[in-house]
C-alpha cells in the first residue's frame, strides 16, 4: 500500500498555484534539453510499456465517451471485470489483464444498490469467482457524490492510493466540474490534475464522459462535450455510440500510442448486462439506408454476424442478429437468409427465436 501525507500534498499544490517561483539571477538553471539520441539509447535498457487494450497503454489516461443511455458504464464495468478475471480478449480484441494488478471503479452517477444489482448480473457471466481474491474494486455510499472542492480531491486521491489499485474508472467527469467545460478554464485544470495524479500514482486512468448532444452522427472527437479541452490532454480517447435503431458500436477515436483501427464493433447487451460483441465494419456503412432487396453477398454478413453472437453453445437469439443488422439490411431480407442458411444445413431454427450453427 503507498504512503503519502495527504495534507502536504495539498498545501504544496496550493502554493504552487499561488505563489510563483523567484529564480535567483546568480542562480545556475539546470539544463532540461539533450540529443533525441540519448534518449533512444537511455529508452534502450528500460522495459517495454505494454498496450492493455486498443490503444490504453499502461500507465496512460484518458476517456470513454458518446451518449446518453449508450452503454458507456456497462462497457467500462464489462472492461474492467473482464480485467479482474483475466481474460485474454474483450470484445473481441486482445486484452493484457496480467498487466494489471487491481482495478477500482469509482461512480458517482447513480445510488450504490442499483450499481451493486447490476453488477451481481454482470459477474454471473463468470463459472467461477474466489470473491477474496478478485481485484475489482467499487467505492461504497460514504464516497462524495461529486469532486469539487479540496475536502473531495482529497478523499478523492486517498481512495486511489488506499485502494492500491493501478486502473482506476472514474463515472464521471461531469461531476469533477461546476460550470459547461467550453466556458470555463477549470475544465482544463482539473485535466491537468487527473494527468499529473495519473502519472505521480503510476496508475492507468480511464474517466467517462459525455458528447454534445448527437443522434444518428458518427462518432468524431469534435462532437465530445469539451473536445477543445480535452483532447490535448487524453492519450485515448474511446466512443461508445448508439443509434436510433439502437445499434450500438465502439470506436478507436483517438489514440496516442497506435493507429486508430478503421473499423468500429458492433455490440449488443444481453439479459446479464454484458456486452455481445457483433461485426466489424466501417462505421459510414451504419448510417446508410436499410437495403430491402435480397443480395446473395449479404447472406455471408448475415452468417458470420450469427457466428458473432454464438454463445459457448454455438447459439445466438434471433432478436440479437435483427438488432445488430438494423440499419443495414431490413427485417423480411435477414429472415429470407435465414431461410436460406437453413436449407443450406448452416444452421437449426427449430427451437423459437434460437439459431443454433451446426
Request: proline share 3%; with cysteine; hydrophobic share 35%.
Amino acid at each position: 500500500m503507498r504512503s503519502i501525507n495527504m495534507e502536504n500534498i495539498i498545501k504544496t499544490e496550493d502554493t504552487l498555484l499561488k505563489k510563483p517561483t523567484k529564480v535567483n539571477s546568480n542562480s545556475v538553471i539546470q539544463t532540461h534539453c539533450c540529443s533525441v539520441f540519448s534518449l533512444i539509447e537511455r529508452s534502450a535498457d528500460e522495459p517495454e510499456i505494454p498496450m492493455i487494450w486498443s490503444g490504453i497503454k499502461k500507465g496512460t489516461f484518458g476517456f470513454v465517451y458518446g451518449p446518453a443511455k449508450s452503454g458507456k458504464t456497462i462497457f467500462c464495468e464489462n472492461f474492467g471485470m473482464s480485467i479482474a478475471a483475466r481474460k485474454d480478449t474483450f470484445l473481441g480484441k486482445p486484452l493484457n489483464s496480467m498487466q494489471v494488478n487491481k482495478v477500482l471503479f469509482i461512480s458517482m452517477e447513480e445510488f450504490w444498490l442499483n450499481r451493486t444489482e447490476r453488477n451481481k448480473q454482470q459477474l454471473s457471466v463468470f463459472n467461477e469467482i474466489d470473491k477474496q481474491k478478485f481485484p475489482y474494486l467499487v467505492v461504497d455510499e460514504t464516497f462524495p457524490y461529486s469532486i469539487l472542492d479540496k475536502k473531495s480531491w482529497r478523499i478523492f486521491e486517498k481512495t486511489i492510493i488506499e485502494s492500491g489499485a493501478d486502473l482506476v474508472i472514474v463515472d464521471s467527469f461531469t461531476r469533477m466540474i461546476r460550470n459547461e467545460i467550453e466556458k470555463s478554464k477549470v475544465g482544463s485544470e482539473i485535466l491537468i490534475r487527473l494527468k499529473e495524479l495519473t502519472n505521480r500514482l503510476k496508475i492507468t486512468m480511464i474517466v467517462i464522459h459525455h458528447s454534445s448532444k448527437i443522434i444518428n452522427m458518427p462518432l468524431d472527437i469534435a462532437n465530445m462535450a469539451g473536445s477543445r479541452v480535452v483532447g490535448q490532454e487524453a492519450d485515448f480517447i474511446l466512443g461508445i455510440n448508439k443509434l436510433s435503431n439502437n445499434t450500438r458500436y465502439f470506436k478507436e477515436v483517438s489514440t496516442r500510442y497506435k493507429q486508430e483501427n478503421e473499423l468500429v464493433t458492433t455490440f449488443s447487451i444481453n439479459h446479464n448486462l454484458w456486452l455481445v460483441k457483433g461485426r466489424d465494419l466501417q462505421e459510414n456503412s451504419l448510417f446508410k439506408p436499410v437495403d430491402h432487396r435480397e443480395n446473395p453477398e449479404n447472406e455471408e454478413l448475415v452468417f458470420n454476424t450469427i457466428e458473432g453472437l454464438a454463445s459457448e453453445n454455438e447459439e445466438a437469439k434471433v432478436a440479437d442478429l435483427i438488432t445488430n443488422l438494423n440499419g443495414t439490411l431490413c427485417r423480411t431480407v435477414i429472415y429470407g437468409y435465414l431461410k436460406s442458411l437453413e436449407s443450406s444445413g448452416l444452421i437449426d431454427r427449430s427451437k423459437k427465436g434460437i439459431i443454433k450453427l451446426l
